[in-house]
């Protein structure tokens, strides 16, 4: 087990049109590896646990840059990076539950270089994959977080398929909750998928994270009006207040009148692979008021069904926990 | 007393390097020819190796050759071989090394390499290996066996063997369960006092199991080397903590004479003990230079270095601890499982003096077990032993007074130990102690009555902890040398072979000698960083000690240079030596200070007079290190130089640590509201020094008891814990932003200016007041562990405690 670390020789694409990074994405395919931030590139590339032929290199291409306004809310370029997304003013005031979101994604230093697409693409972070080994998600057939003896204190508490790693991604269940749509851009083409239709699960595509097919790019994120300025209540806890994935996350945004929730979405992090609707959390607190007594009533729903691992138990009362915390915010 | 120097700020000369980024490392040197080396380290956590093919690799374009074991002398286990083959004992272990003219290249060619591997059973667990039938993780044993052995030609660990020790299966299944394991060996044993006696005079005991997890270093230098060869002499930069102390072990393991080997090493980014002496890797770089007669940079990646870069030992152990009515320590009787991961060592002995100073116990026993496991190698880390007993001992402790219905402040005070206590199995004594002055002081800062009345306190889904926890560490050694030298510009030239692992200690007692001349520091030069600038023999940087040992060093040759210009002036100007003082860089009579002379002209009388004067003689008990740089300085001034006495006793460096949080029942996490330490050591000669200690260790003592720990999968050996990231150390967010601190500063007889180091307790007292203020958030629970995560407190108040782990597993999550 060499401690690789550096760069293989490859063929590096800079390109400043988004037309010829989709032309070089069609022609490479899985030869071709999609870079914009970096943060989830040098470690698997030096590490050399993936071998991508050639990078295309995405910084460069300006119309996938900034944060507009629409006529249905907002549109994020894709290399947008979180620095941005946490303190735009327009995010800040009308989708406050995305800026929250960025804000606590990693550390400062990453935020400044990581983007929103990097962040809702990024695979996943179990630390057996992640070391090389041919686990399913690797293209094996075990996994080694899913055993008595496995270490897996981070891993899957539901809808595991052969793989129990979670979502890492913190602005993922902000953006379902805001029912966010994400633009595919290919050569030729585009397609517009709901950010909740976006993350796919290990029982639906085991070696990816996303609905992205080789020679797509993830150009923009589109947040619409819908949920502008709703209450919304965001939370991550992990080990350490910076840099650390997310032990769980809760995401909501709700729409109250007359003191009772009208319509809310509930969304958790690092509890699957994909992020977490609770939707039948949202079914039972519709109709009723945001206090403790409607957080007393759906005590234990988030977490039910959940078929915990070793030493993940503790997800299921954190879960438990920050919806009540969201009721009672 | 009135210092010029002691006790006043100043800025370390290589302040201004560091921040701009000029200071140099050892990876920052380059030489013309130089080629890069890489390392092919094991993927197996066992095993030997059957045969290595590397022709495709060597046939490459651009590989300049490989070092394997057929090149290096090979120490028996468990010396940590430089390279292994026939008996791998963990995952990253180096295996061979690549030389080519760039990094990509031998990377490329490693790649190229094709080894057979025959495994062996191995195991992550301690206990695993001490169960009867478990497996061994050496083919001979698992426990270290100390004899008289020679170490092997061309390596340095002698006397040591593997061994085996067993318990039974119930020994094991109730040490697990926490209790005693009845009828068990225990290789490692010291008691004092009557115990039996002493637990009958208590009517308070608990009793309870405890583990703590190790901790792999991240110094943020790894242990990157450059070394070349020129007419016979190895010139080799480095990155170790200290500096001439390891020349002598450094040129065995490169099998040439000390006086051959040029050791350049000007800054250190950070070791904390896994850096004292030279380990094994640097052999590599030297004889693989060697080997293809061109200068070799082998570098060392983060990765790699947690695999060698040695680890904090974790421990499993049960502890029985009485009180007597008026809140006297009674009685400790304590088991301690060490892990020393591979060919390392356990801290179980120290751990258990850290007891028996801290509580003053009338009597105590220690057993002990030191078990190697196919883990990365384990050695000193900051405080090795006390410092993860203090996280754990503090809630026991804190259970016990409480049950005893007592304050946990005063029953600390009433005993910690004072001048006139004793330490340990050999009841040995100390240079001083004033510990409760300053637990009273460090309450007084704290407002502990104040604080102690919030405990338990809850707002909202927040609860009040207060914890209070004490650190201790041995922090003083003598015997080493010290040099100095007046230059004929007048200059006084402060030589020292320290390393500059970044706390500026060694910049902070060479002022000793600065003081003793009354040289103002502007007219002062550090000489250090490379052997032939000609450095004395001194102590190992490690172990707080550097200011208790090297203060003494700089005055006794202070002392010696300051003789000599007394009696260089009296042969000139008359008199005897006694009738002359010295000040603004002079010497002169006593009684007519007109009459005398500058250092400037003393030293080049000096040099005129040669002699001892000059260094053209000098002390035969000197060590060969230093000899050979005052023969290198002879001629050139007047030489300050001379071997220090032996001290006597421990020198105890001692702290308490108070701290409030505030305990998020929902999430596990807490907010660290106010941290207040106090040490006990000695004078403070460098008051920012000191600071810097003190918050240095504060904070990763809260990483010790709330985030950093040793994860290793018992299904493949691989650990989980190979980057800074998933180290856990605590971030910016994540420790207070101010910590109150200070020094009781009474000064201890043994140092000339009073001093003792305060580096290791610093994060003891820490570690220790979070474990007590996490427990005693949550009503007094005991997790009998650290560290503790957030997941624990969290299934700990969702009554899911059956899943924390409470059987004393250790390498685990």
């Not at chain 1, 960025?102 to 935020?111: D, E, F, K, N």
């Not at chain 2, 497996?135 to 002698?158: C, D, K, M, Q």
């Not at chain 2, 502890?319 to 991961?341: E, R």
């Amino acid at each position: 087990m060499p401690a690789y670390d550096n760069m293989p020789a490859m063929e590096l694409y800079q390109p400043v049109q988004v037309e010829d990074a989709l032309s070089l994405a069609s022609r490479l395919a899985d030869r071709g590896w999609l870079l914009g931030g970096g943060q989830d590139t040098y470690g698997w590339i030096k590490d050399r646990a993936k071998r991508p032929e050639a990078l295309i290199d995405l910084n460069g291409i300006e119309s996938m840059r900034g944060i507009r306004e629409t006529s249905d809310g907002i549109e994020i370029g894709a290399l947008a990076t979180l620095t941005e997304i946490s303190t735009n003013p327009l995010i800040s005031e009308r989708y406050a539950l995305l800026a929250k979101a960025a804000s606590v994604v990693a550390s400062p230093q990453i935020r400044n270089v990581g983007t929103i697409a990097g962040n809702v693409s990024q695979d996943v972070r179990c630390w057996y994959y992640r070391r090389g080994l041919d686990c399913y998600r690797a293209g094996g057939n075990l996994c080694y977080a899913d055993t008595p003896e496995a270490q897996n204190r981070e891993h899957a508490l539901f809808n595991a398929s052969r793989c129990v790693a979670v979502t890492p991604s913190d602005t993922g269940p902000a953006l379902v909750a805001l029912e966010a749509q994400m633009v595919i851009s290919r050569e030729g083409g585009q397609r517009v998928v709901a950010a909740e239709d976006f993350f796919v699960g290990p029982a639906i595509n085991i070696t990816r994270t996303t609905v992205m097919e080789p020679g797509e790019i993830l150009t923009a994120v589109r947040i619409p009006a819908k949920w502008a300025n709703a209450e919304y209540f965001y939370e991550k806890v992990a080990d350490r207040n910076v840099w650390d994935f997310a032990l769980v996350s809760l995401a909501a945004v709700m729409r109250t009148e007359g003191g009772n929730i009208q319509d809310s979405r509930l969304v958790c992090g690092a509890v699957e692979c994909t992020p977490r609707r609770l939707r039948s959390v949202e079914q039972a607190i519709q109709g009723q008021p945001r206090n403790q007594a409607t957080a007393d009533m759906v005590a234990g729903m988030a977490s039910e069904g959940a078929q915990p691992l070793t030493h993940n138990h503790f997800k299921m009362p954190l879960m438990d926990n920050l919806v009540q915390r969201a009721l009672t915010a | 007393m009135t210092y010029k120097h002691i006790g006043k700020n100043f800025t370390p000369p290589d302040i201004e390097a560091k921040v701009t980024g000029a200071a140099r490392y050892a990876e920052d040197f380059k030489r013309e020819g130089m080629v890069f080396a890489r390392l092919l380290t094991s993927p197996l956590p066992a095993g030997r190796i059957v045969n290595i093919d590397y022709s495709e690799a060597l046939a490459m374009e651009g590989v300049v050759g490989i070092l394997t074991t057929e090149d290096l002398p090979q120490p028996a286990p468990p010396a940590n071989p430089s390279l292994a083959s026939d008996i791998i004992t963990y995952i990253g272990q180096p295996i061979l090394a690549v030389a080519a003219v760039t990094e990509e290249i031998a990377e490329n060619a490693i790649e190229k390499i094709r080894i057979d591997f025959e495994r062996r059973p191995f195991i992550v667990d301690p206990l695993d290996t001490l169960v009867e039938g478990g497996p061994n993780p050496y083919p001979t044993g698992n426990t270290l066996v100390r004899n008289a052995g020679e170490a092997a030609a061309g390596t340095t660990v002698s006397g040591t063997d593997v061994g085996e020790v067993k318990w039974s299966r119930d020994a094991i299944n109730a040490f697990r369960a926490g209790q005693v394991p009845e009828g068990a060996p225990f290789p490692e044993e010291w008691a004092f006092g009557e115990l039996e006696a002493e637990f009958a005079q208590c009517t308070t005991i608990v009793e309870e199991p405890f583990v703590t997890i190790g901790q792999p270093h991240h110094a943020l230098e790894p242990r990157t080397g450059m070394a070349y060869w020129e007419n016979g002499r190895c010139y080799f930069h480095g990155s170790l903590q200290s500096h001439t102390i390891g020349i002598a072990p450094l040129a065995g393991m490169l099998g040439i004479d000390p006086a051959n080997l040029v050791f350049i090493n000007e800054n250190t980014g950070g070791g904390f003990g896994g850096k004292i002496f030279p380990y094994p890797v640097m052999a590599v770089t030297g004889h693989l230079a060697r080997k293809i007669n061109r200068p070799v940079q082998l570098r060392i990646t983060r990765e790699e270095e947690f695999y060698i870069g040695s680890a904090r030992s974790g421990m499993q152990g049960r502890m029985k601890l009485g009180l007597k009515p008026n809140g006297d320590v009674g009685a400790v009787d304590v088991i301690i499982v060490g892990d020393a991961g591979s060919g390392g060592g356990a801290s179980n002995s120290s751990a258990a003096e850290h007891i028996s100073l801290m509580l003053q116990p009338a009597a105590m026993r220690f057993r002990g077990v030191t078990l190697y496991t196919n883990t990365t190698p384990r050695g000193a880390q900051r405080g090795p032993g006390q410092n993860e007993m203090a996280a754990v001992l503090a809630p026991i402790f804190d259970k016990a007074i409480r049950q005893a219905g007592l304050d946990r402040m005063t029953v600390r005070r009433q005993n910690a130990p004072v001048s006139e206590d004793l330490i340990g199995p050999r009841r040995g004594a100390l240079t001083s102690a004033f510990f409760p002055q300053a637990i009273q002081m460090g309450a007084d800062m704290f407002n502990w009555d104040e604080r102690q009345a919030r405990s338990g306190q809850r707002n909202g889904n927040k609860v009040t902890g207060i914890g209070l926890g004490m650190g201790y560490h041995s922090a003083g050694a003598s015997g080493y040398d010290g040099l100095c030298r007046i230059g004929t510009d007048g200059r006084l030239y402060l030589h020292t072979g320290v390393g500059n692992l970044g706390t500026y200690s060694y910049a902070s007692v060479v002022r000793t000698a600065a003081e003793v001349l009354k040289v103002d520091w502007n007219n002062c030069e550090i000489v250090r960083g490379n052997t032939d600038l000609h450095l004395p023999y001194s102590t190992y940087q490690a172990g707080s000690n550097t200011m208790f040992t090297e203060v003494r060093t700089n005055f006794v040759a202070a002392q010696d240079a300051l003789r000599k210009l007394k009696e260089i002036a009296a042969a000139d100007l008359g008199g005897a030596a006694d009738d002359y003082e010295i000040d603004g860089a002079r010497v002169f009579l006593s009684s007519n200070a007109e009459q005398g002379m500058t250092y400037a002209e003393a030293a080049q009388r000096a040099v005129e007079m040669g002699g001892e004067y000059s260094g053209e003689t000098f002390p035969d008990e000197l060590n060969d290190v230093t000899k050979r740089s005052v023969q290198g300085l002879a001629g050139t001034g007047l030489i300050g130089v001379a071997k220090d006495t032996r001290h006597s006793g421990t020198v105890p460096s001692m702290t308490i640590g108070f701290m409030e949080i505030e305990l998020d029942l929902g999430t596990g996490k807490y907010d660290i509201v106010d941290y207040t330490a106090v040490a006990d050591c000695g004078t403070i000669i460098h008051p920012l020094g000191f600071r810097q200690s003190m918050n240095g260790g504060g904070v990763w003592g809260v990483g010790l008891s709330g985030y950093e720990r040793h994860v290793y999968d018992p299904q493949n050996g691989l650990s989980a814990n190979v980057g800074l990231y998933q180290a856990k150390i605590p971030t910016y967010l994540d420790v207070p932003l101010n910590n109150n601190t200070a020094g009781l500063n009474i000064a201890d007889p043994q140092s000339p200016m009073g001093s003792r180091g305060v580096g290791e307790p610093s994060q003891g007292c820490a570690a220790a007041a979070l474990s007590s203020a996490i427990s005693d958030a949550l009503g007094g629970h005991l997790f009998n562990r650290a560290p503790v995560t957030p997941d624990m407190i969290i299934n700990h108040v969702a009554q899911l405690d059956h899943f924390n782990t409470g059987d004393l597993k250790t390498n685990t999550f």
